[in-house]
């Protein structure tokens, strides 16, 4: 099993900045794709980005050019860099992993955004 752990949500003006991070633990040798998705009330929960195990990534068109998904491996975590925020990223920011076996998910950090 893997577990997950996020910081790094809060409360930031529009035009502001946050980063997420996401450390994995358990059997981590096992993760090909770690991301982020995100659910903001009464909407469904969607993807916002992923990174493979080789470093390539893919965006929601909503994000794109705005966010970065990044890891380390040397800590085995997985970064979110949120630029440029805008009132409707507003959600709480879910980390995900996959592996053979399935998706494990964190806890959830919330991110709001003040116009």
């Known amino acids: 099993q893997v577990q997950l752990v996020e910081s790094g949500g809060g409360l930031v003006q529009a035009g502001g900045s946050l980063r997420l991070s996401c450390t994995p633990s358990?059997?981590?040798?096992?993760?090909?794709?770690m991301g982020w998705s995100r659910q903001a009330p009464g909407k469904q929960r969607e993807l916002v980005a992923i990174?493979?195990?080789?470093?390539?990534?893919n965006y929601a068109d909503s994000v794109k050019g705005r966010f970065i998904i990044f890891r380390d491996n040397n800590k085995n975590t997985a970064y979110l860099q949120m630029n440029s925020l805008k009132p409707e990223d507003t959600a709480v920011y879910y980390c995900?992993?996959?592996?053979?076996?399935?998706?494990?998910w964190g806890q959830g950090t919330q991110v709001t955004v003040s116009s």
């Open positions: 995900h992993a996959d592996r053979p076996a399935g998706r494990s």
């Open positions: 358990g059997s981590i040798f096992s993760i090909n794709v």
């Open positions: 990174i493979t195990r080789t470093g390539s990534t």
